[in-house]
């Protein structure tokens, strides 16, 4: 359940590689296996109505009514992620959500727990770059106990010492592990390369051991007062409810909460990279050398945002993309090979990414560079249908359950969004041609001046990666990547 579950999975290795650099790099995960859809006309999906009001406190309320299922969706969705961590506490955004449920109201994290269970209902904290969310699913019937639980994890945490401890000796014991797993170690190293260390984008969400050993309670208080406030956030509810007898009853639960808008914690701009280089991270005895290139990308309000989908598609964000076919389904190079713009309230990293057997790294950068020249080049038109088939046939998962629904809100929020963004969408993906994917490309895609990261066994693969003349290599520790 809640950080217990949620979130503390989040700081394993395998939840590190949620990237985009996830935590930092989003485009970690296993590109999409789904079938290429038949080219041909898109159905039109319906969009559900959102009905929206407003708390006696200010706080939005967005509201889609889904009847068939006696279930409810409830996610309370604050603009207050790692972005809002201040200088030396990288983490403290991470941490205070971790600890919401360790403590709140009257009760300790055990008792919470047993009420979240008895409740038949299931609680989560999760957190990103740009927002924290607070998730509760429940059986309608239980709705009002639900509620007041989840008001007191959100609004009344207690950041006991003791739950303080335990969970940040947790998260310490997860960074040291990723010493040991080059797959996770990529995930650190690539954006504190292209970032360096002082921009927030530079450290994934868990922050660093420093940081997290000096965070105090009092300094999760000093977080969540200042950032968890109405002026900043949304409640979003889905499922069997109606508007008209749900308002009371969020009322009772969240009527109270106060708190004035923090500024903007969205980053500085970050200095873009102007020449290409080579990073290897020794890991000695590294089963597979792991692959990370790209540079600074866009923010989620770029103009060419539906452009950039299109070419990642097609460059690498589904199983049928150029990577992938090529180092996985022709050289066999990799199990999987993917890439992706990680779009954040600010510009987030561009990456292609893949883990390649040791003795064919060089050969695998070869062909990486292949595929991201040619991204450069006009695309065939066949290949232009399928991947705009590709990303419209995707639009109704969108729409399927309480929590898909909520959660495709909770991105029109944090994001800001307009109102017709869903109606629209598949409108605006077929409407991309391969002269804006073009454009796209020459601007987004320039691999002379990328960053070329690769964690593995230096003696094995720096003859070879030399030997391809891509620019200077450049040897980085562990301890660089880490500290």
Do not use: C
């Not at 540079?295 to 309000?301: C, D």
């Amino acid at each position: 359940m809640g950080s217990r579950g949620s979130m503390r999975a989040r700081v394993t290795v395998t939840l590190i590689a949620v990237l985009a650099v996830l935590g930092g790099l989003a485009a970690q995960q296993a590109p999409d296996r789904s079938a290429p859809p038949p080219i041909g006309p898109v159905p039109a999906v319906k969009v559900p109505t959102v009905v929206k009001r407003q708390l006696s406190n200010g706080l939005p309320v967005w509201i889609v009514e889904m009847h068939k299922v006696p279930v409810a969706s409830v996610t309370l969705a604050i603009k207050a992620g790692a972005s809002a961590d201040p200088g030396g506490r990288f983490g403290l955004a991470r941490l205070t959500a971790d600890m919401l449920d360790e403590g709140a109201g009257t009760r300790g994290a055990l008792e919470i727990a047993d009420a979240v269970e008895y409740l038949g209902a299931s609680l989560s904290t999760s957190g990103s770059f740009d927002e924290t969310s607070v998730d509760l699913h429940v059986p309608v019937a239980r709705l009002d106990d639900a509620l007041a639980m989840m008001s007191d994890v959100a609004l009344r945490p207690t950041f006991p010492d003791k739950e303080l401890q335990r969970v940040r000796e947790e998260l310490l014991t997860s960074l040291v592990q990723v010493q040991d797993d080059p797959e996770a170690l990529v995930q650190f190293a690539f954006p504190r390369l292209v970032y360096g260390p002082s921009h927030r984008y530079g450290t994934l969400t868990i922050g660093t051991a420093a940081a997290l050993k000096g965070v105090t309670a009092a300094e999760l208080r000093q977080f969540h007062a200042r950032n968890y406030v109405p002026a900043s956030s949304v409640l979003i509810v889905t499922g069997d409810v109606s508007p008209d007898a749900l308002l009371p009853r969020l009322e009772a639960a969240f009527g109270k909460w106060s708190g004035a808008a923090p500024p903007s914690a969205a980053p500085s701009a970050a200095r873009q990279l102007t020449a290409r280089q080579i990073f290897v991270v020794d890991k000695p005895g590294a089963a597979q050398s792991q692959i990370a290139i790209g540079w600074v990308g866009v923010p989620r309000s770029t103009p060419d945002y539906f452009a950039l989908r299109v070419l990642n598609t097609v460059l690498g964000g589904a199983f049928t993309s150029r990577l992938n076919q090529n180092l996985r389904e022709e050289h066999q190079y990799s199990y999987g090979a993917r890439s992706s713009f990680d779009m954040r309230a600010g510009a987030g990293p561009f990456a292609a990414t893949a883990g390649v057997q040791t003795d064919k790294t060089a050969e695998s950068l070869t062909e990486f560079f292949k595929e991201l020249q040619n991204i450069r080049t006009p695309i065939p038109t066949a290949e232009l249908e399928k991947a705009t088939n590709y990303l419209a046939l995707q639009l109704p998962r969108a729409f399927e359950t309480t929590d898909s629904v909520a959660a495709s809100l909770e991105q029109m929020f944090v994001y800001d969004l307009p109102e017709n963004y869903f109606s629209t969408y598949t409108d605006r993906v077929k409407a991309v041609t391969a002269a804006d994917v073009q454009r796209a490309a020459e601007r987004y895609i320039q691999p002379d001046k990328f960053a070329i990261v690769v964690v593995g066994d230096r003696k094995q693969i720096e003859p070879g990666i030399a030997a391809l003349k891509l620019g200077p290599i450049r040897v980085v520790t562990i301890d660089e990547v880490m500290k």
